[in-house]
């Protein structure tokens, strides 16, 4: 599941995060969107829940590409940042 977050981070922002910092990156902006921008949240929450049985086998790939959508439209520097903070983390 994790190498569909590292994929997903890979195709969307041309980054090559490893399956753990991908792991955290989704962690970190799942919850900045659950905090900051309640609709942003529910509209994720909305898409979820729209998936086709196809897409819900890979479920945290579509998501999470459909959060970094989001983040790089909505706080893009944030999403700089907590890209910087994961490469540099291991």
């Not at 902006?29 to 905090?35: D, G, K, P, S, V």
């Not at 983040?71 to 291991?90: D, G, T, W």
């Amino acid at each position: 599941m994790e190498d569909n977050k590292a994929k997903a981070v890979l195709e969307e922002m041309e980054y090559e995060l490893d399956a753990k910092q991908a792991k955290r990156l989704f962690t970190n902006i799942y919850a900045f969107i659950l905090y900051n921008n309640t609709q942003c949240f529910l509209y994720m929450l909305d898409y979820r829940m729209r998936l086709t049985p196809q897409e819900k086998a890979r479920e945290d790939y579509f998501l999470f590409r459909f959060l970094l959508r989001q983040m790089r439209e909505l706080y893009p520097s944030e999403l700089l940042s907590l890209l910087s903070n994961r490469q540099h983390a291991a």
